[in-house]
């Protein structure tokens, strides 16, 4: 681990076109050695885009995995460029909105996405405002260690996953915060609802947190340039009528934002998650 975060230092120093080819690079690597990840993939794409010929969904494919080499090597870039090098390379659409909410008095929660550009999205958004995260521990020690003090740099909080009140608290005090909920969660609460097409387990913490801190939910999507110039980060308006009382109802407003942005560029999704592990009483699994 030691060795890799030498690596990531020293990539720290390259230009940012070239770090980007790289991250290609390493990304097709890692698809020609993770069969199990590509079979991931090809399920989850099979799954939401049914009626897409083949070759389209490994074109996504791989470029899903070009965008996950980038990500990686993106982390260089978080860790140790200066907000004077990091500033040209973003633009910021729609922070109107999130001025607006703020000078309403509630609080902003920037609901996200897991895009291959979602480390790098939250670093560019701090330059532009205080920002706060959840945080899950990683299995590596050393990593979960260097992660946290790294992203500590730059985010006002870094909050477990656990300790949902320090996370309201922050909300309540007008600092917008980061918040991804597509993932496979089986020991939280979850219920059913559609996404891309599929019915998907959702946490229903979302709802939960919005209503605990009085917050809007603003949709949130970093993109990569395909022109290799850098980022935009795109803010939307809140969404209405939410939470709305009705958690079934909630999901459904949370993953149909989600899948909005991931219809947009489905090249930067990360479609290696098991996105749809857990299943409805009664199904088979779907990953083998």
């Given at each position: 681990?030691?060795?890799t975060?030498?690596?990531?230092?020293?990539?720290?120093?390259?230009?940012?076109?070239?770090?980007?080819?790289?991250?290609?690079l390493?990304?097709?690597l890692?698809?020609?050695?993770?069969?199990?990840?590509?079979?991931?993939?090809?399920?989850n794409?099979a799954?939401?885009?049914?009626d897409?010929?083949?070759s389209?969904?490994?074109?996504?494919?791989?470029?899903c995995?070009?965008?996950?080499?980038?990500?990686?090597?993106?982390?260089?870039?978080?860790?140790?460029?200066?907000?004077?090098?990091?500033?040209p390379?973003v633009?910021?659409r729609?922070?109107?909105?999130i001025?607006?909410?703020?000078e309403?008095g509630?609080?902003v929660?920037?609901?996200?996405?897991?895009?291959t550009?979602?480390?790098i999205?939250?670093?560019?958004?701090a330059l532009?405002?205080?920002?706060?995260?959840m945080?899950?521990?990683q299995?590596?020690?050393?990593?979960?260690?260097?992660?946290?003090?790294?992203?500590?740099?730059?985010?006002?909080?870094?909050?477990?996953?656990?300790?949902?009140?320090?996370?309201?608290?922050?909300?309540?005090n007008?600092?917008?915060?980061?918040y991804?909920?597509?993932q496979?969660?089986?020991?939280?609460?979850?219920?059913?609802?559609?996404f891309m097409?599929?019915?998907?387990?959702?946490?229903?913490?979302?709802?939960s947190?919005?209503?605990?801190?009085?917050?809007?939910m603003?949709?949130?999507?970093?993109?990569?340039?395909?022109d290799?110039?850098g980022?935009?980060?795109?803010?939307?308006p809140p969404?209405?009528n939410?939470?709305?009382?009705?958690?079934?109802?909630d999901?459904?407003?949370?993953?149909?934002?989600?899948?909005?942005?991931?219809?947009?560029?489905?090249?930067?999704?990360?479609?290696?998650?098991?996105?749809?592990?857990?299943?409805?009483?009664g199904?088979?699994?779907?990953?083998?």
């Amino acid at each position: 681990m030691w060795i890799t975060i030498g690596l990531l230092r020293l990539v720290a120093l390259f230009p940012y076109r070239m770090q980007m080819s790289l991250g290609r690079l390493i990304g097709r690597l890692i698809q020609s050695i993770s069969k199990s990840r590509q079979r991931i993939v090809d399920i989850n794409l099979a799954l939401c885009y049914p009626d897409m010929p083949r070759s389209e969904r490994d074109r996504i494919k791989n470029a899903c995995f070009e965008n996950v080499g980038a990500s990686l090597l993106e982390m260089s870039m978080c860790w140790w460029w200066s907000e004077d090098k990091l500033r040209p390379l973003v633009e910021i659409r729609g922070k109107d909105h999130i001025d607006a909410v703020l000078e309403s008095g509630r609080g902003v929660i920037l609901l996200t996405g897991h895009f291959t550009s979602l480390e790098i999205g939250g670093r560019l958004l701090a330059l532009f405002m205080p920002l706060q995260a959840m945080y899950r521990t990683q299995k590596n020690r050393l990593f979960d260690s260097y992660l946290y003090t790294r992203r500590s740099s730059y985010l006002v909080n870094i909050i477990s996953r656990k300790n949902t009140r320090q996370l309201i608290r922050g909300i309540k005090n007008g600092v917008p915060t980061w918040y991804a909920p597509d993932q496979n969660f089986p020991h939280e609460r979850n219920v059913f609802a559609p996404f891309m097409g599929v019915q998907t387990a959702t946490i229903t913490a979302s709802s939960s947190l919005a209503q605990s801190s009085g917050a809007a939910m603003l949709p949130f999507y970093p993109e990569r340039k395909k022109d290799g110039s850098g980022y935009i980060l795109w803010i939307e308006p809140p969404l209405e009528n939410f939470p709305s009382g009705d958690d079934e109802k909630d999901a459904i407003a949370v993953n149909a934002s989600i899948e909005k942005s991931a219809r947009l560029d489905p090249d930067q999704y990360m479609w290696i998650h098991q996105r749809f592990k857990t299943r409805p009483p009664g199904e088979p699994p779907i990953y083998p």
